[in-house]
């Protein structure tokens, strides 16, 4: 699968924001961007679009930064695509032709069953480290 290289900056910005949810504190621009290997100037122009979304909330001036706007746990996947590359989430499969419509229903329950998968993921799972362990209770 191919996605966008927004759409990776986007979780990776957004797993670090994740992490330090708890203590409520910003997180400054140029932190994050050197946290995880992205230009400044395209990361704002991502937080900017999970902003508008509701994902994320800024706060200007010196002591400014980004946090996210709800939980971990309460941030699913598909927002995030949504967000930030929503044809992502749009199937553009012909049914012409005798197979078209055969071939176009494959596509469409695949297409389905992705969304209802990102529906399930929350950025409280992508932000876990690999060491870390998550419990069920």
């Known amino acids: 699968m191919r996605i966008s290289q927004k759409l990776e900056y986007a979780c990776r910005a957004l797993a670090q924001l994740a992490k330090r949810h708890d203590a409520k504190n910003v997180t400054r621009l140029d932190e994050l961007a050197q946290r995880e290997a992205i230009s400044a100037n395209f990361l704002v122009q991502i937080l900017n679009d999970l902003r508008r ?66 529906q399930h993921i929350t950025l409280e799972e992508i932000s876990l480290s690999q060491g870390d362990a998550m419990f069920y209770i």
Request: hydrophobic share 40%; glycine share 10%; aromatic share 4%.
């Open 53 to 118: 979304a509701g994902l994320v909330e800024s706060k200007r001036g010196k002591e400014g930064g980004y946090l996210l706007a709800k939980s971990p746990k309460q941030i699913r996947l598909a927002e995030i695509v949504e967000a930030i590359d929503p044809a992502l989430l749009t199937s553009s499969v012909s049914a012409e032709g005798e197979s078209g419509s055969s071939v176009a229903q494959c596509w469409q329950g695949l297409a389905k069953e992705f969304q209802q998968k990102l």
